[in-house]
């Protein structure tokens, strides 16, 4: 507790309300407030209230709290206990915030300026998911202020809407035969010496629907990171917590090809990285190749036309961007296939999403195709022509090209020597 803080009640002028006035334990300077009163003796009252809540250190107003001040200490106390990826998004909101509303103090972001900053966004082509995702890590940053009574209280936060609701995805999943054009364009773009071992880690990415940070930390021995568990009757792998979104460590059951992948190689070789090519190479890196062989491929996931900036003229002019496949698309691909096999929950799983909504919004209900496929088999089932259903029904047996994919690479499964993470 600091020492006791006097405050004392002063005139506001002809006709107007009392003050309250103070001289502010930290900053030594002169503070008034409004006692929104004329009367004396409520002015009086309402002083000795503010008296005890600066005394105690519960009184926050946001005005005399430098932004500076604020990123600073929310960057040293709270930005290290957060994931390496979280406390990026962060470092880019405050310096964004500050490049379009260059605040003084934290009591300048109000919701009228924050308004203005969602609007500051959109104009330049920021995803409405984007501008979602920067308001939750300001509106986050903020409520800690409050609660370290930095500030009073978290200004109003403008609903962001989305302009569009089905198209939320930046990519699409691929079929088989562009994933088979990839494996075709591999050795132009890594070599032929080392053809062989990327083929294996796109096929891998197929059947496996990791993300590109974990695939490039999977181990066979290594507690520490996503380990392989072969431990039980069926192949799983341990997630740590640090590697997951939902922050819970996770032993994850992997879909069946990938398994048989894992059980193939033999029980000498389970040590060390699962994939030869994550060696050495940091995840952008391997991502930065995968989309390069997207491109030679000649797979295009996305077309947008966004505004930027001629380097002449300086206007901000149309212009049209091309994504290729890469490594999340293989994992959109995984996706789709198994929404046709399991149910929404088991689909969640899979997919390790912490929020069922985000299954159901990109997976569920989305492949119209095979949904119609199932609707018109289930009529020729119904009228008993079941040669026709036959023809018309996608089964969830593993198809032809696939196999042939697992069994290049495979060998005949065993569980011998198996490899081992204790948790």
């Known amino acids: 507790m600091i020492d006791a803080v006097k405050v004392s009640v002063v005139s506001g002028g002809p006709g107007r309300a009392l003050l309250l006035k103070w001289i502010d334990p930290e900053t030594r300077e002169r503070r008034f407030k409004s006692a929104k009163t004329k009367k004396r003796a409520e002015a009086n009252q309402k002083a000795g209230l503010l008296a005890?809540?600066?005394t105690e250190g519960k009184y926050a107003s946001g005005r005399n709290t430098l932004w500076f001040d604020f990123t600073l200490r929310y960057t040293d106390e709270v930005l290290p206990g957060l994931a390496p990826k979280t406390r990026a998004q962060v470092s880019t909101v405050f310096k964004t915030v500050e490049r379009l509303l260059a605040p003084k103090r934290i009591g300048d972001v109000t919701g009228a300026r924050l308004s203005k900053l969602t609007g500051a966004l959109l104009a330049e082509d920021k995803?409405?998911?984007?501008?979602?995702?920067?308001?939750a890590h300001l509106k986050s940053a903020m409520g800690w202020a409050v609660r370290i009574r930095m500030l009073a209280a978290v200004p109003d936060f403008p609903p962001v809407h989305r302009a569009k609701t089905q198209k939320t995805m930046k990519g699409r999943?691929?079929?088989?035969r562009e994933f088979k054009a990839m494996l075709d364009a591999t050795p132009a773009v890594v070599g032929k010496a080392a053809a062989e071992s990327w083929r294996h880690y796109l096929r891998s990415l197929w059947f496996?629907?990791?993300?590109?940070?974990e695939s490039v930390a999977v181990y066979w021995d290594r507690s520490d990171r996503l380990c392989v568990d072969l431990s039980g009757a069926f192949p799983m792998l341990r997630i740590p917590a640090e590697l997951q979104k939902n922050?819970?460590?996770?032993?994850?059951?992997?879909a069946p090809e990938w398994g048989d992948m894992l059980?193939?190689?033999?029980?000498?070789?389970?040590?060390?990285?699962?994939?030869?090519?994550?060696?050495g190479i940091d995840p952008g890196s391997v991502g930065r190749i995968v989309s390069k062989i997207g491109k030679k491929a000649g797979i295009v996931v996305n077309r947008t036309t966004k505004k930027r900036a001629n380097k002449e003229t300086g206007e901000r002019e149309a212009v049209e961007l091309v994504k290729y496949a890469s490594a999340h698309d293989l994992r959109r691909s995984f996706g789709f296939r198994w929404a046709d096999r399991v149910d929404t929950f088991k689909l969640q799983e899979l997919m390790r999403h912490s929020n069922i909504e985000t299954t159901r919004r990109y997976y569920v209900g989305r492949n119209a195709q095979n949904t119609a496929a199932t609707l018109w088999a289930a009529r020729e089932r119904a009228t008993g022509n079941e040669q026709a259903a036959e023809r018309n029904t996608t089964d969830n047996k593993r198809p032809a090209e696939q196999t042939a994919a697992v069994q290049e690479t495979t060998q005949a499964p065993g569980n011998q020597g198996l490899a081992s993470c204790t948790p």
């Open 263 to 279: 059980l193939a190689v033999p029980a000498a070789d389970r040590h060390g990285p699962v994939f030869p090519v994550q060696a």
């Open 127 to 135: 995803s409405p998911h984007t501008v979602k995702n920067y308001m």
């Open 173 to 176: 999943p691929i079929s088989e």
């Open 52 to 54: 005890k809540e600066l």
């Open 208 to 213: 496996n629907g990791l993300r590109l940070r």
């Open 247 to 254: 922050n819970s460590d996770t032993l994850w059951p992997v």
